[in-house]
T-cell receptor, first 115, second 111 residues
Framework: DGGITQSPKYLFRKEGQNVTLSCEQN?????MYWYRQDPGQGLRLIYY???????QKGDIAEGYSVSREKKESFPLTVTSAQKNPTAFYLC??????????????FGEGSWLTVV | QKEVEQNSGPLSVPEGAIASLNCTYS??????FFWYRQYSGKSPELIMF????GDKEDGRFTAQLNKASQYVSLLIRDSQPSDSATYLC???????????FGGGTRVLVKP
């Protein structure tokens, strides 16, 4: 089945730890995105990537890092510098960016909780 | 001013009625507009997109775009209890190459 796979679905992080959320897509999409959603809130863009080996900061990039070594993969690392990381994290992809009518599809999301 | 604004709701509608959701955006350079539905604890799923002024219909859903007034709306006809969810408006602009979301409107359809 084609789609976007995020793992793990649930993750617990201790204070001071870095954690990495995985995102893999087999849709042959060029662009990939990471969003964060807090309870009762909309989605905020963390990072996005239009092509391999290139990515840009979104609106709330501080405390996060990404890599795009392969077209299919766009992992997100939540570092210890992110002071309030408890949230629902959504990975998304689209065929390309920068064009009207572009459509973003989402993975199932990962819940991160700080303990 | 937020880039994309929605009334948080909840918008309560009786079963079978029309639900009307509104979204305003601040950047006149915005090119395309999306409506997503999100059930509690789940990821958003695309309902439809629109990029030309006027109406676009898809089944029970109609999106309406008015670029001069900078708003986009979503009508849900014959609302069903299964339509109870949060509806997210998203706006895309080529400058910056990103999709910006509103905070969402929670809809409750009562039997």
């Amino acid at each position: 089945d084609g789609g976007i796979t995020q793992s793990p679905k649930y993750l617990f992080r201790k204070e001071g730890q870095n954690v990495t959320l995985s995102c893999e897509q087999n849709l042959n999409h060029d662009a990939m995105y990471w969003y964060r959603q807090d309870p009762g809130q909309g989605l905020r863009l963390i990072y996005y990537s239009q092509i391999v080996n290139d990515f840009q900061k979104g609106d709330i990039a501080e405390g996060y890092s990404v890599s795009r070594e392969k077209k299919e993969s766009f992992p997100l690392t939540v570092t210890s510098a992110q002071k309030n990381p408890t949230a629902f994290y959504l990975c998304a992809s689209s065929l390309s960016s920068g064009s009207a009518g572009n459509t973003i599809y989402f993975g199932e999301g990962s819940w991160l909780t700080v303990v | 001013q937020k880039e994309v604004e929605q009334n948080s709701g909840p918008l309560s509608v009786p079963e079978g009625a029309i639900a009307s959701l509104n979204c305003t955006y601040s950047d006149r350079g915005s090119q395309s507009f999306f409506w997503y539905r999100q059930y509690s604890g789940k990821s958003p799923e695309l309902i439809m997109f629109i990029y030309s002024n006027g109406d676009k219909e898809d089944g029970r859903f109609t999106a309406q775009l008015n670029k001069a007034s900078q708003y986009v709306s979503l009508l849900i006809r014959d609302s069903q209890p299964s339509d109870s969810a949060t509806y997210l408006c998203a706006v895309f602009k080529a400058a910056g190459n990103k999709l910006t979301f509103g905070g969402g409107t929670r809809v409750l359809v009562k039997p």
